[in-house]
């Protein structure tokens, strides 16, 4: 693909579509808004970047022979996995996301701040699977992901699909998750209240409600009975008033579920 080209076809696209909506009557304003969206007023120049080379970490397989994380952390976090090559290849993984798991399986708090494309969103998912696998799924909720807006949690889920759908039963993972944000039709939302999975992926307005609703306290709030995890993504968007909010609604759920030790 020519990464160039494909920005030219695009912005052409756009420009297209914005100028179809334009009708101006007067002359000159028209040639201004003309040359100002020819100039690329709508859209900057193309930006290149280099991506910073993260140091490396063990691969998955090498903290599993070294007896780190549990076994079938092997067959799910594969590089590639795919329907048709549910094998993948190994997962080299960075040093940053290694101290982050280091961090979990001692029991301590951590935020982790780095790159784009760094693997952010594995240095909680390993950490959380882990501890699964080795306590066992279907013993209620074991982790919560709250996410600041519902396409980031419904990127996550198709990114958890990735690691823990090929290469298992179809809709047996070895880790059940799932994803409840008001996008849910009803009989999702009755699937996941009467069988809650072990990670629970969210916003933190639903989160709210989770803890207000009865019907919600009644069957999500009892099954996160022995929370081990909570996750903030994008802990940056949290500021000013909404960083309040979500600092008392932390507060709130750890003392609703007597979970002083939640990491």
């Not at 007023?41 to 970047?49: G, M, S, Y």
């Not at 549910?86 to 960075?94: E, I, K, M, S, V």
């Not at 009755?190 to 990670?199: A, C, F, G, T």
Request: with cysteine.
């Amino acid at each position: 693909m020519d990464i160039f080209q494909y920005r030219e076809d695009l912005v052409g696209d756009y420009s297209a579509y914005v100028k179809g909506f334009l009708e101006v009557r007067d002359a000159n304003i028209e040639q201004f808004i003309t040359s100002r969206l020819d100039g690329g007023f709508l859209w900057p120049e193309p930006l290149v970047q280099l991506n910073p080379a993260f140091v490396q970490g063990p691969t998955i397989d090498e903290l599993v022979d070294q007896k780190r994380l549990h076994p079938t952390c092997r067959e799910i976090f594969r590089r590639g996995k795919t329907v048709e090559n549910p094998l993948g290849a190994p997962l080299r993984l960075h040093r940053h996301q290694e101290q982050a798991i280091n961090c979990a399986q001692q029991g301590g708090n951590y935020v982790l701040t780095t790159g784009t494309g760094s693997g952010k969103s594995l240095a909680y998912l390993i950490p959380i699977i882990d501890h699964v696998l080795k306590v066992g799924a279907g013993h209620g909720i074991q982790a919560i992901v709250v996410y600041p807006m519902n396409a980031l949690a419904n990127s996550q889920l198709g990114e958890m699909d990735k690691f823990l759908g090929p290469g298992f039963p179809t809709g047996k993972p070895p880790v059940r998750f799932d994803r409840y944000t008001g996008q849910e039709n009803e009989e999702a939302r009755d699937r996941i209240l009467n069988n809650p999975p072990d990670v629970l992926l969210t916003n933190y307005v639903m989160l709210e409600l989770i803890l207000t609703r009865p019907r919600e306290r009644e069957h999500l709030i009892k099954a996160a009975g022995n929370l081990k995890f909570l996750v903030l993504d994008e802990l940056h968007t949290y500021r000013g008033r909404q960083g309040a909010d979500v600092s008392m609604l932390v507060r709130r759920l750890r003392e609703t579920l007597k979970a002083e030790d939640v990491i």
